[in-house]
């Protein structure tokens, strides 16, 4: 007969199976209401708005097209963001003239240095003249730095030795330097501005001497998720990039040909590409 008093070992490994299937559900129930907290991801990252003339578009045509648009604007309150292009480049104070207390959110420029590409800048303004010359100085000292680098490059032994490759980098300084100065001496560059009206509003801007154009955007609701090609001033048929004289072609003209570093495509009825349509890229006007 046989006292063996033992406990069963079928029993307490049942009670440790239940155990650990309960512990897992714990972690499971702590896991996804951790997960619900969590803020949703925006999912408009990488979407990207196109306001302006094509690459390679007739001017005249988007001219058109933006008019008949602004002729039959009619957005709510707050009012639309639109696009406004000036017939010559101006300077901080003439674009506060132009705009007539327009509400602005940037402008839009460059140094006009004939035979050369140089890069567009955009300028985050909400005051009229005062934030397009602080910007500007900002630029300047950018420019600068710029100037300075070619300059390094040039004086390198790789560079002494390839009189082409000296010749690029000596022609890059030269550019920015003359970049610098504009801006630092408050240039006449602003060719485009950014701004937020009602639409009667829009459409008397419009009527305002110096502009150009204004291209009205009701589909933009972000600034930095929107890339502003305005035609330059000198573009009268196509708009393409200004003749880069000088310089071999498959040099180019590095940083001042490069896009807009700041926040910065045309009318649905000019082929404006739907949002999403790829990454910013102002060439067009660069």
Same mark, same amino acid.
């Given at each position: 007969?046989?006292?063996?008093? +033992?406990?069963p070992r079928?029993?307490?490994?049942?009670?440790?199976?239940?155990?650990?299937? =309960?512990?897992a559900?714990?972690?499971?129930?702590?896991a996804?209401v951790q997960?619900?907290?969590?803020?949703?991801?925006?999912?408009?990252?990488g979407?990207?708005?196109?306001?302006?003339?094509?690459?390679?578009?007739?001017?005249?045509?988007?001219?058109?097209?933006?008019?008949?648009?602004?002729?039959?604007?009619?957005?709510?309150?707050?009012?639309?963001?639109?696009?406004?292009?000036?017939?010559a480049?101006?300077?901080?104070?003439q674009?506060?003239?132009?705009?007539?207390?327009?509400?602005?959110?940037?402008v839009?420029?460059?140094?006009?240095?004939?035979?050369?590409?140089? +890069?567009i800048?955009?300028?985050?303004?909400l005051?009229?003249?005062?934030?397009?010359?602080?910007?500007?100085?900002?630029?300047?000292?950018?420019?600068?730095? +710029?100037?300075?680098d070619?300059?390094?490059r040039?004086?390198?032994?790789?560079?002494?030795?390839?009189?082409?490759?000296?010749?690029?980098?000596?022609?890059?300084?030269?550019?920015?330097?003359r970049e610098?100065?504009?801006?630092?001496?408050?240039?006449?560059?602003?060719?485009? =501005?950014?701004?937020?009206?009602?639409?009667?509003?829009?459409?008397?801007?419009?009527?305002?001497?110096?502009?150009?154009?204004?291209?009205?955007?009701?589909?933009?609701t972000?600034?930095?998720?929107?890339?502003?090609?305005?035609?330059?001033?000198?573009?009268?048929?196509?708009?393409?990039?200004p003749?880069?004289?000088?310089?071999?072609?498959?040099a180019?003209?590095?940083?001042?040909?490069?896009?807009?570093?700041?926040?910065?495509?045309?009318?649905?009825?000019?082929?404006?590409?739907?949002?999403?349509?790829?990454?910013?890229?102002? =060439?067009p006007?660069?």
């Amino acid at each position: 007969m046989s006292t063996d008093t +033992e406990p069963p070992r079928r029993s307490r490994s049942a009670a440790l199976t239940w155990l650990a299937l =309960a512990c897992a559900l714990v972690v499971l129930v702590v896991a996804l209401v951790q997960r619900g907290d969590r803020p949703v991801g925006d999912r408009t990252v990488g979407e990207v708005t196109r306001v302006g003339v094509a690459d390679g578009a007739p001017v005249p045509a988007y001219l058109r097209a933006a008019a008949d648009e602004l002729a039959r604007l009619d957005a709510p309150a707050p009012g639309s963001y639109a696009l406004v292009s000036f017939a010559a480049y101006l300077t901080p104070a003439q674009v506060a003239t132009a705009l007539g207390g327009a509400p602005v959110s940037a402008v839009v420029a460059r140094v006009p240095v004939p035979g050369r590409q140089t +890069e567009i800048v955009r300028i985050a303004a909400l005051r009229l003249p005062d934030d397009v010359v602080a910007g500007m100085a900002e630029v300047a000292g950018r420019k600068d730095r +710029e100037a300075a680098d070619y300059r390094a490059r040039a004086a390198a032994p790789a560079a002494t030795a390839d009189p082409e490759l000296r010749r690029v980098y000596d022609t890059g300084a030269a550019v920015a330097a003359r970049e610098a100065a504009g801006y630092r001496a408050g240039c006449a560059c602003v060719y485009a =501005a950014v701004v937020r009206d009602a639409p009667d509003a829009l459409r008397a801007l419009a009527a305002r001497p110096g502009v150009r154009a204004v291209d009205p955007a009701p589909e933009v609701t972000r600034l930095d998720r929107t890339v502003f090609t305005p035609p330059l001033p000198e573009q009268r048929d196509v708009a393409r990039p200004p003749a880069d004289t000088g310089l071999a072609p498959s040099a180019g003209m590095g940083d001042s040909s490069e896009a807009a570093p700041t926040v910065t495509g045309s009318s649905p009825a000019a082929g404006r590409p739907a949002a999403g349509a790829g990454p910013p890229n102002p =060439a067009p006007t660069s």
